[in-house]
DNA sequence: TTCCGACAGTGGGGTCGCAAT
DNA sequence: ATTGCGACCCCACTATCGGAA
């Protein structure tokens, strides 16, 4: 039943131990019939089992009215929302409408609640999929370690604890590589320098250009070659010169990693923004191929010669990578222990206009998430003084505080203030605290409204990646992840940084 | 007893495809 | 033709719990 779903993830949410939440989601996947053991797993980590069901946060405006008495069944709501899912042409959203009203008038108002947030996006239980694997594992009575690797090979975790809690660890250690189907890929932490990330891998490391492209997975069975994104995703269609590449391998059984790039003639990277509009675009690929070229460098190797790589250590499946594509499509890569070494390498991907470096450890095996801290990005990092324009009142648990900055930069030709951009990164809970007062000090029109206007007094020294061209921002540039570092009482909005500093960034 | 790894939460800019206007 | 929305590309940071040291 919907509403036991409802009531665990209350009860979820309600207790701050992690080994609680574990508790209530186990007792929740003892009782589930197999049958639904998918959908409870799904819908208890904030996922659905149709992925994405054409319904945000506009269409969960103006739902009718709950019931008194809960009698959903979740086969029952899953196959509504895969009816919703199927709406497609003139008329679907009206439909779409109508199907989700229709489910929200068949539940209670608990249910209600849970389905709001679960549709969208925002279950907001202190529990995903890192808790989920755990209560997976004690239902199941299985290690946590074999959920975590058959997840990362089969990518699912619905499908995953569902196998779990059927047949037990027999059933997980079936999941193999399977080529084809993606793998969850391997992430990296971050280190604020080269010397950091070293020191945490422990001397030697393997350092690769990080460049700023999307991250694929491609699989290749044959004459069968699909690429995936780092969610997944199939974009084969969209990347038709790296399906060439791949088919062209003597090798024809391989899941390669790497990152898919637009360069200009000269060799040097496009801005991201151009990488990204030619991966996302599916119409008149076979002529954007031609204007948008994209390059495509591969970092790892997960299987090569039907051979698999998971579980070998970074350098050997780097030999095997090495070994299967040529040189010209592998990441530059530098194996040091010398800290000078390594910064000169640093420092000539950055002069080639790459984003940085990752450093890796020899000897990790490949495993989806950030566990082990086996890779480590490196990326300079930026610094303006900008002046707070206004705030935005936070949500969840930043409601209450105005949380989100408008950044302004000085424009010496007119004295006033140029937006570039949005931050709520950075700060503590003392600091929000600290800065919702003041704000309302300062505010410059109604507290009251979503966005508070401030008079521009305050200054705040701001991190950022890079600048970006912005077809929203009245200076036409916008700042790429920014985040607060400290407030500059010390410094008036005259001593703020100007437009045309932040311009001379872009260029 | 202290430290630190892993998670969840809180949102950022940009772009595409699609349906509605 | 334009606008609004959902989805997904890139992502940084803090608070918290609980196991490791």
Redesign the pocket.
């Known amino acids: 039943m919907l509403i036991d779903l409802a009531r665990t993830s209350a009860a979820v949410?309600a207790d701050?131990?992690?080994?609680?939440?574990?508790r209530h989601l186990a007792e929740l996947l003892s009782r589930v019939d197999p049958d639904e053991a998918e959908i409870a797993i799904a819908y208890l980590?904030?996922e659905l089992p149709q992925?994405?069901?054409?319904?945000?946060?506009?269409?969960?405006?103006d739902l009718p009215e709950p019931r008194q008495i809960a009698s959903a069944t979740l086969t029952q709501v899953n196959d509504l929302l895969s009816r919703i899912?199927a709406?497609?042409?003139?008329?679907?959203?009206?439909?779409?409408k109508d199907l989700l009203a229709e489910l929200f008038r068949s539940v209670t108002r608990q249910e209600q609640s849970f389905l709001l947030r679960l549709?969208g996006?925002?279950?907001?239980?202190?529990?995903?999929?890192?808790?989920?694997?755990e209560a997976v594992a004690k239902a199941a009575g299985v290690p946590a370690a074999e959920v975590?690797r058959a997840l990362t090979l089969r990518g699912w975790l619905p499908a995953v604890g569902s196998a779990a809690l059927t047949g037990g660890v027999d059933a997980l250690r079936a999941f193999r590589l399977e080529v084809g189907r993606p793998v969850s890929p391997m992430l990296?932490?971050?280190a604020?320098s080269l010397a950091a990330a070293l020191a945490?891998l422990g001397g030697t490391a393997a350092l690769e250009w990080?460049l700023?492209?999307?991250?694929?997975q491609a699989h290749r069975s044959g004459p069968d070659v699909r690429i995936?994104?780092?969610?997944?995703?199939d974009?084969t269609a969209q990347v038709p010169e790296l399906a060439e590449v791949v088919l062209a391998l003597p090798a024809d059984d391989l899941v390669l990693d790497g990152?898919v790039i637009a360069l200009r003639a000269d060799g040097r990277p496009e801005p991201?923004?151009?990488t990204?509009?030619?991966?996302?675009?599916?119409?008149?690929v076979a002529r954007l191929r031609e204007s948008v070229p994209l390059s495509v460098f591969f970092f790892d190797a997960l299987r090569v010669a039907g051979a698999d790589l998971l579980d070998l250590p970074d350098a050997d499946r780097h030999a095997a990578l090495a070994g299967a594509v040529p040189e010209t499509l592998l990441t530059p890569r530098l194996v040091t222990a010398d800290l000078d070494e390594g910064t000169a390498f640093y420092a000539d991907a950055l002069r080639r206009g790459h984003?940085g470096v990752v450093a890796k450890s020899a000897a990790t095996p490949y495993a989806a998430?950030?566990?082990?801290?086996g890779w480590i990005?490196v990326?300079p990092?930026h610094t303006l003084d900008l002046v707070v324009l206004a705030a935005?009142?936070?949500?969840?648990?930043?409601?209450g505080k105005l949380?989100?900055l408008h950044l302004g930069a000085r424009d010496p030709a007119t004295g006033r203030f140029v937006m570039l951009?949005?931050?709520?990164?950075?700060?503590?809970?003392?600091?929000?605290s600290w800065q919702t007062e003041r704000f309302l000090e300062l505010a410059d029109g109604p507290a009251d409204h979503w966005v508070v206007p401030l008079r521009p007094e305050l200054v705040v020294e701001i991190?950022f990646?890079g600048v970006?061209?912005?077809?929203?921002?009245p200076g036409g540039?916008?700042?790429?992840?920014?985040?607060?570092?400290r407030y500059r009482p010390d410094k008036t909005p005259q001593d703020a940084d100007t437009v045309d500093t932040v311009r001379a960034l872009l260029l």
Do not use: C
């Open positions: 949410a701050a131990a992690r080994l609680a939440k574990i980590s904030g992925r994405q069901i054409g319904v945000g946060w506009r269409g969960l405006q899912k709406q497609a042409g003139p008329g679907s959203q009206a439909t779409r549709l996006g925002e279950l907001r239980q202190g529990a995903l999929n890192g808790v989920m694997i975590r990296a932490q971050s604020p945490k990080k700023d492209g999307v991250r694929v995936f994104t780092r969610t997944l995703d974009i990152e991201f923004q151009v990204a509009s030619r991966v996302a675009s599916k119409t008149d984003e998430g950030r566990r082990g801290a990005k990326k990092r935005e009142w936070g949500h969840g648990r930043r409601q949380s989100n951009g949005k931050t709520f990164k950075g700060l503590t809970d003392e600091l929000l991190a990646d970006q061209r912005s077809p929203r921002y540039m916008a700042l790429r992840f920014a985040r607060v570092l």
